[in-house]
């Protein structure tokens, strides 16, 4: 596994090493030994989550909040999403900011998000599988979501047309401003 820095600390690209040949291919998505020794920490998953989704489809941005808060590895199994992650650390001197990767299927990238960190991402293919790892279970009562068009955090998405744009009820009704979420 290659690893490389992203412009905020603590969220990592993590490209798998694939052998393809005319059979198909192979790639190791994640060894625990080898994961934390690169993340810096020790991380342990307790939950994996998978949805599909649809182009236009935005979920986010989503976190939990307190003892429930959650890090996670996320990846694309079909199609490609562009993945975004938002410091919400107070402290961090990257607080506000985010990080947008693109993941697909054929990049076979994943991103390790950790605790402090809303999460969102934006179908761009037809389609999208997309999987994820999560190191503390989902706990309803602790669920906040910002909007996904916070102009404080000014997220470049690549689809901004309205009639193009899939968002579920809760995210639209239920997401705060940056400003009114509660922080790490």
């Given at each position: 596994m290659n690893y490389i820095k992203t412009?905020?600390?603590?969220?990592?690209?993590?490209?798998?090493?694939?052998f393809a040949d005319a059979r198909g291919y192979f790639m190791e998505t994640?060894?625990?030994?080898?994961?934390?020794?690169?993340?810096?920490?020790e991380v342990n998953f307790v939950q994996d989550n998978q949805s599909m989704s649809s182009r236009g489809v935005l979920r986010g941005l989503h976190f939990q909040k307190g003892e429930f808060s959650q890090a996670k590895?996320?990846?694309?199994?079909?199609?490609?999403?562009?993945?975004?992650?938002?410091d919400?650390?107070?402290?961090?001197?990257?607080?506000?900011?985010?990080?947008?990767?693109?993941?697909s299927?054929?990049?076979?990238?994943?991103?390790?998000?950790p605790r402090g960190f809303a999460h969102g991402f934006q179908v761009i293919s037809d389609t999208a599988v997309f999987t994820y790892k999560v190191d503390n279970v989902y706990a309803p009562q602790a669920e906040c979501s910002i909007r996904y068009d916070d102009p404080k955090i000014g997220i470049a998405w690549p689809i901004t047309n309205p009639q193009e744009l899939l968002l579920s009820e809760k995210d639209l009704q239920h997401a705060v401003n940056f400003d009114e979420a509660e922080k790490f």
């Open positions: 412009e905020i600390p603590d969220v990592w690209v993590c490209e798998p090493k694939v994640w060894r625990a030994s080898d994961f934390n020794e690169h993340i810096g920490h590895l996320v990846r694309v199994l079909q199609g490609t999403v562009v993945d975004v992650a938002v919400l650390r107070k402290a961090s001197p990257t607080f506000g900011k985010y990080v947008m990767v693109e993941l299927a054929e990049n076979k990238r994943q991103l390790f998000i």
